[in-house]
């Protein structure tokens, strides 16, 4: 869909920027226990740009690189603890983000926060298509030229489900923490791009 769609929308794209609620924290990035809504692209979705999910998330940790939101909807069945996500945090910033800014340079800061978000939501668990975490060209862009946008750079990604809530097969604690560095490292580089 990105790759059919996008080029028209950068051609009718006008830049307003600062109109996201991701921008809603006066510059400064926003703090552990923050809330931020969030809009996910729908991953099944013909056009995810206009359909997408409203999710209300709290921020959980603040790094130096990334701003890690926990959807306040998410399964309480082996759900993320603290400091598994501060250890993810921690990982992003001493060791992801420096290798992919190295090799492939800096991202953009639309959001003027000095940060990538990391959404961590079952809405990415309830995809047909089974992702473990993807990010989406469209929060590139304003929300004049695609709805969903959150005008800033943002990472998706899966949270355990053991109870199989979301309805697409069930995923453990430990699948997901082993599975999301690489995964960050990976989609990391695509905001990159």
């Known amino acids: 869909w990105e790759r059919a769609n996008l080029p028209m929308l950068r051609a009718q794209a006008q830049w307003p920027r600062g109109t996201s609620p991701m921008t809603g924290f006066g ?43 926990y959807d306040v909807q998410n399964p309480t069945a082996d759900s993320l603890t603290l400091a598994e996500i501060q ?36 809405a990415v668990n ?23 946008s959150n005008d800033g750079e943002l990472y998706y990604g899966e949270v355990p489900d053991s109870l199989n809530q979301a309805g697409t097969g069930a995923r453990n604690k430990r699948a997901v923490l082993a599975g999301m560095p690489r995964l960050i490292a990976h989609e990391f580089t695509h905001i990159i791009q």
């Open 27 to 69: 510059g400064a990035p926003p703090a552990p226990g923050d809330t931020v809504v969030v809009q996910v692209p729908d991953a099944n979705a013909t056009n995810p740009c206009s359909t997408y999910v409203t999710v209300k998330t709290v921020v959980r940790v603040v790094g130096s690189a990334g701003i890690w939101l």
């Open 87 to 122: 250890n993810a945090s921690n990982q992003f910033d001493s060791k992801i983000f420096a290798s992919d800014t190295t090799y492939f340079g800096h991202p953009t800061d639309l959001d003027n926060n000095g940060h990538i978000f990391v959404v961590l939501t079952w």
């Open 126 to 148: 309830k995809a047909a298509a089974n992702l473990a975490g993807f990010v989406f060209s469209g929060d590139l862009f304003p929300g004049t030229s695609c709805p969903q």
